[in-house]
């Protein structure tokens, strides 16, 4: 079973929004005391994986400043699912997005979705 499902992105003009998802798989579990992150990455052609936002298993949050005021970065954990809303999009946010898992406490594991293609149309 895939540890982590990624859905949402699609083509959208600028100034459009969409909302990603992530949905943690029933193989992974996480204890009481686990401390985990789960964030956003990006990557466009010929650059770098950056991070854009991600999110403590204590509720944590932090953003690239590209992301800053436009996006926002949400849990639900009831539905084990982060979401990634993206807002007032520019054509420099294309890319493949990617979700991804990091625990640290209490074993380490590092986990990545598929990957989701987002365009932004000017």
């Known amino acids: 079973q895939v540890p982590l499902v990624e859905s949402g992105g699609g083509l959208v003009q600028a100034g459009g929004s969409l909302r990603l998802a992530c949905t943690v798989s029933?193989?992974?579990?996480?204890?009481?005391n686990a401390w985990y992150r789960q964030g956003w990455y990006r990557q466009a052609p010929g650059k770098r994986r950056?991070?854009?936002?991600?999110?403590?298993?204590?509720?944590?949050?932090n953003y690239a400043d590209s992301a800053k005021g436009r996006f926002t970065i949400s849990r639900d954990n009831a539905e084990n699912t982060v979401y990634l809303q993206m807002t007032n999009l520019k054509p420099e946010d294309t890319a493949v997005y990617f979700c991804?898992?990091?625990?640290?406490?209490?074993?380490?594991?590092?986990?990545w979705g598929q990957g989701t293609q987002v365009n932004v149309s000017s």
């Open positions: 029933g193989s992974v579990s996480f204890s009481d």
């Open positions: 991804n898992l990091h625990q640290v406490h209490p074993t380490s594991l590092d986990y």
């Open positions: 950056e991070l854009v936002a991600a999110i403590t298993s204590g509720g944590t949050t």
